[in-house]
């Protein structure tokens, strides 16, 4: 066999084996990598590399340096799902760095980590001002996780006392111009349903590059040609709007009715269309 072709061989095998050890190891991004598993796959990958152009190492050295590596990266995870204490020895565990807006000068020096280095982090995170945090970590990635005084943090409906309706994930049921059948079903519609709704909007399905659906049913779509703008769904607002009406007439004919009764009813209406208001006012906006 001629050697070029060897070398395609080698290196078309190498790919798949370094790809399927780290699907099977690895379950994170680089990013986020520990030094134990940055260094393995590094090492795994520098035995594929040399091992698929030089022919001159026989294949089977090349198999045996591998799967011992791999034998010791699949003993080293097991063992740390064991034991705590082998876990913070391979993997490290995360360290406080500041702690009530004060630095812990001692931890960053243990980690060999510099003041620059936390506060470039710290703007990371969009922390300009160490004595706006109260408590910071530094992981064994090399990140920083940061927790603000409760001042600091922004405000959320739960503060404010603002009910919200709650969001589930939205499926995406069209792509590149073409249905997912699947996604409409997950949700209970179908395709005359997104038909229906497309040409509300004057789109037509192959003119769609994305097509999302909220957990109200609401359908969102973003075109290939961008200088296409697509109208804004009204049927929430309109709704809305409609029982606001509603609410408000019941009110109108309440004052206007001379028959005690009447306005005894009304007024009650207006009362119940309040409260429906109420309830369904965070489902709408």
């Not at 812990?104 to 060999?112: M, Q, Y």
């Not at 280095?117 to 990635?141: C, G, P, T």
């Amino acid at each position: 066999m001629p050697g070029w072709v060897e070398i395609i061989i080698r290196s078309v095998v190498a790919f798949f084996i370094l790809l399927i050890t780290a699907k099977l190891f690895i379950k994170k991004s680089i990013a986020h990598f520990s030094y134990f598993e940055a260094t393995s796959m590094f090492i795994i990958g520098v035995i594929l590399a040399i091992g698929s152009f030089n022919i001159a190492i026989p294949v089977g050295y090349s198999l045996t340096a591998l799967i011992t590596w791999l034998a010791i990266v699949g003993i080293v995870n097991y063992i740390s799902l064991k034991s705590i204490a082998f876990r913070n020895f391979i993997f490290g565990k995360g360290i406080p760095v500041i702690k009530d807006g004060k630095v812990l000068e001692d931890n960053l020096k243990k980690e060999r980590f510099t003041t620059d280095d936390l506060l470039k982090q710290l703007r990371a995170k969009n922390v300009f001002k160490v004595a706006d945090v109260e408590f910071a970590v530094l992981e064994s990635s090399g990140d920083i996780n940061v927790l603000l005084k409760k001042e600091n943090q922004p405000l959320t409906a739960k503060d404010m006392l603002i009910p919200v309706a709650p969001i589930k994930e939205p499926q995406t049921i069209a792509m590149d111009g073409k249905v997912i059948d699947e996604a409409l079903a997950t949700i209970g519609l179908n395709r005359g349903w997104l038909e229906g709704e497309l040409e509300k909007q004057g789109v037509a399905i192959e003119n769609v590059y994305l097509g999302q659906v909220d957990s109200f049913g609401e359908l969102s779509v973003d075109l290939f040609d961008d200088k296409i703008k697509v109208p804004e769904p009204k049927e929430k607002p309109l709704l809305l709007a409609s029982i606001k009406k509603v609410q408000a007439d019941l009110e109108i004919f309440s004052l206007q009715t001379e028959n005690q009764d009447a306005k005894a009813l009304f007024i009650n209406c207006a009362s119940e269309m309040n409260d429906v208001l109420k309830k369904v006012n965070k489902y709408l906006h």
